[in-house]
């Protein structure tokens, strides 16, 4: 179930604009994923974070692992109309027991 | 390398009937876990299966149920479908040892 606190919900930006969103939880992980999700499709893994404190780039992508382990932030530069889509948080618990944010809904006007 | 491959990619049912969806794994993963996705609800974790063993569970009624086989290939079934059944379910294969999960293209199911 969803035990990771994805903030915002949405958002509505022009293209070129950045954009920043992040995931928090009560419990900590080793691990954190980012996913995007296009209509009709399966969510598509964009960066894996394997250590605290550990900064990865895939592209326009940036996304921290939180020193505290508890929060995890990912942020898109010069945003382009196929970004849209909705970001997933996700992170493993013990036995494989994946927990993932409620999604961040993201919307590029040209 | 292969992604992971769901079939059928869309199916309609009525009320009462039941469905199996089918899941084949990355080579060389043997955990394939199972979610429901609605709007209102977001991903459901329905279960994961490791080496054909059942090793985690949602909260889904008993209609829900799955296996995997030798081949680390998966099925899911739900027996009596009810109208709020409607969903994308989607499978994620991984190596079952908390690392990254890859998901296949999901399977859309309409109950009518």
């Known amino acids: 179930g969803q035990q990771l606190n994805q903030s915002p919900q949405s958002m509505f930006i022009q293209e070129g604009e950045d954009v920043s969103m992040n995931c928090t939880s009560s419990?900590?992980?080793?691990?954190w994923l980012w996913y995007k999700q296009e209509p009709g499709e399966g969510p598509v893994l964009l960066i894996a974070?394997?250590?605290?404190?550990e900064l990865t780039s895939n592209g326009r992508l940036t996304a921290q692992f939180g020193i505290t382990r508890k929060d995890s932030f990912l942020n898109i530069s010069a945003s382009i109309p196929s970004d849209v889509g909705i970001y997933f948080c996700?992170?493993?618990?013990?036995?494989?027991?994946?927990?993932f944010g409620a999604g961040t809904r993201l919307t590029v006007k040209p | 390398k292969a992604g992971v491959t769901q079939t059928p990619r869309y199916l309609i049912k009525t009320r009462g009937q039941q469905v199996t969806l089918s899941c084949s794994p990355i080579?060389?993963?043997?955990?394939v876990s199972w979610y429901q996705q609605t709007p209102g609800q977001g991903l459901q974790f329905l279960f994961e299966?490791?080496?054909?063993?059942?090793?985690n569970k949602g909260n889904f009624p008993g209609r829900f149920s799955g296996r995997q086989f030798s081949n680390s290939r998966s099925e899911m079934n739900v027996s009596t479908l009810e109208l709020g059944d409607s969903a994308l379910y989607l499978c994620?294969?991984?190596?079952?040892?908390?690392?990254?999960?890859?998901f296949g293209p999901g399977t859309r199911l309409t109950v009518t």
């Open positions: 994620a294969s991984s190596t079952g040892q908390g690392d990254e999960q890859y």
């Open positions: 419990s900590i992980f080793n691990t």
């Open positions: 974070l394997y250590k605290a404190g």
């Open positions: 996700a992170g493993p618990r013990r036995n494989n027991d994946m927990r």
């Open positions: 080579s060389g993963h043997r955990s």
């Open positions: 299966y490791f080496s054909e063993t059942q090793r």
